[in-house]
């Protein structure tokens, strides 16, 4: 909802970045752990945005969602995700899509 982007989970899967935007994203990135996804998704819905004017021009950028399946591990098989990591993702969420 903040990054006004429709998605419905940006903690899973692989990501998928032509070069000019990954290039452009890359410098921008701060973020270890669980933090890294939210970052990038409010960074990128911010370089997608149009340029304001007098900005220099903006290239589109699209941002998909595709859908994928697959089979969730258990603990003993290496999920290691805690309620502090969920912690630390809200943080990135807020953080990056409204204070910076």
Request: hydrophobic share 40%; glycine share 8%; proline share 6%.
């Amino acid at each position: 909802m903040l990054s006004n982007l429709n998605l419905t989970d940006i903690e899973c899967g692989t990501k998928a970045f032509t070069h000019p935007a990954l290039a452009e994203l890359t410098p921008m990135l701060t973020e270890n752990r669980f933090g890294i996804e939210p970052e990038m998704v409010a960074k990128l819905a911010k370089i997608r945005l149009p340029a304001e004017q007098g900005d220099a021009p903006s290239r589109a950028l699209r941002i998909y969602e595709v859908p994928i399946s697959y089979a969730g591990r258990t603990y003993a098989e290496g999920k290691k995700i805690g309620w502090r990591d969920g912690v630390s993702a809200i943080r990135c969420i807020i953080q990056h899509n409204l204070f910076s």
